[in-house]
Nanobody
Framework: QVQLVESGGGLVQAGGSLRLSCAASGDTVSAHVVGWFRQVPGKEREFVAAIWSTGTTTFYADSLKGRFTISRENARNTVYLQMNNLKPEDTAVYSC??????????????????WGQGTQVTVSS
């Protein structure tokens, strides 16, 4: 069983930065693909970024490239999402998810097997 716990959310002014963490437990989580998604009430869950188990391959939503960076430290079983130049439209609940699958559309939340509880990010204008 894998458990994921997000942290690092909060209130920040537009133009500011936050770093989210996703701490994972479970023997095999270092072999998982880990993704970040975000959701605003009343809207569909949106893909943010994903990172492969080795950390050398990453995948971003086109609209977020250049502002968001995903990384991982397998020794700490932790995946990070560095968010820079935040905008009010980035306000959402951010959740991390993982899967042992090695093929598929990793921007599709249905592919993931394990989810954290989410952390709120609020960007004020």
């Amino acid at each position: 069983q894998v458990q994921l716990v997000e942290s690092g959310g909060g209130l920040v002014q537009a133009g500011g930065s936050l770093r989210l963490s996703c701490a994972a437990s479970g023997d095999t989580v270092s072999a998982h693909v880990v993704g970040w998604f975000r959701q605003v009430p009343g809207k569909e869950r949106e893909f943010v970024a994903a990172i492969w188990s080795t950390g050398t391959t990453t995948f971003y939503a086109d609209s977020l490239k250049g502002r968001f960076t995903i990384s991982r430290e397998n020794a700490r079983n932790t995946v990070y999402l560095q968010m820079n130049n935040l905008k009010p439209e980035d306000t959402a609940v951010y959740s991390c998810a993982s899967t042992p699958k090695t093929h598929g559309s990793f921007d599709n939340f249905l592919l993931y097997d394990y989810w954290g509880q989410g952390t709120q990010v609020t960007v004020s204008s």
